[in-house]
């Protein structure tokens, strides 16, 4: 069989009571971290808590033993790991099906995930919009995704996560200040005033970790605070009902 888990968001207490049974059990486990990564703890913390040792993929491995693993599972018990929800990556959505089509029994394990955890705000999450990702910068390569998914969803009144680049073979993460900025710099290029200095937004660092730093302020403001070690990622808020204005007063730290 093959068993997708979820190890959550910081560090290796985030992983449920089942994944570390189902751990016990299996004859491989493999892992990748390059979607996610669990900033508050190591391979070695995690592999110790498994009583197993992790074989970790990176991107490429990924991409072309996925057949190879998938072939492990058709005799032997497999389980794949990897940071939040196994499911919200589509590299592991793709596992999931190519498995059962080829007949081999799929378990599904959930853990704590980024799409939950931003609850922590007190925005509403069903009205939360699409999410986005700002990705690093390059000479040909600027994509302005982002900015246009944000402009979609505050027509419609909702929020937008934004999700921040990760290098993690280079163990380099964008911080929330080189999000900004780069929103920033797209609304410079379109002029459409979707965003500016004074819009205010909301960052959150290492969510899932006891002491997670949330802010709520200005982009001006924002732009120089220290939030701190990865990850970060960054909410535009959509319209705010009273009770939202009220968790963002007295659960964020406000700038």
Known sequence: MLILAGLGLYDEKDMTLKTLEYAKKVDKIYAEFYTAVLTGTTIEKIEKTLGKEITVLNRE?????????????????????????????????????EARKKGIEVIIINAPSIYSAVGITGLQLYKFGKTTSIVFPEPNYFPETPYNVIKENLKMGYHTLCLLDIHADENKFMTANEGLEILLKIEEKRKEN???????????????????????????????????????????????HFMEEDALKYLCENL
């Open 194 to 240: 979707i965003l500016n200095e004074n819009t205010k937004v909301i960052v959150v660092a290492r969510a899932g970790s006891l002491k997670p730093k949330i802010v709520y302020g200005k982009i001006k403001d924002l732009l120089k605070h220290d939030f701190g070690k990865p990850l970060h990622c960054i909410i535009i808020p959509g319209k705010l």
């Open 61 to 97: 491995k990924v991409e072309y033993e996925t057949e190879k693993l998938i072939n492990e599972s058709k005799d032997k018990d497999v389980m794949f790991l990897t940071a939040g929800d196994p499911m919200v990556a589509t590299t592991h959505v793709d596992i999931a099906v």
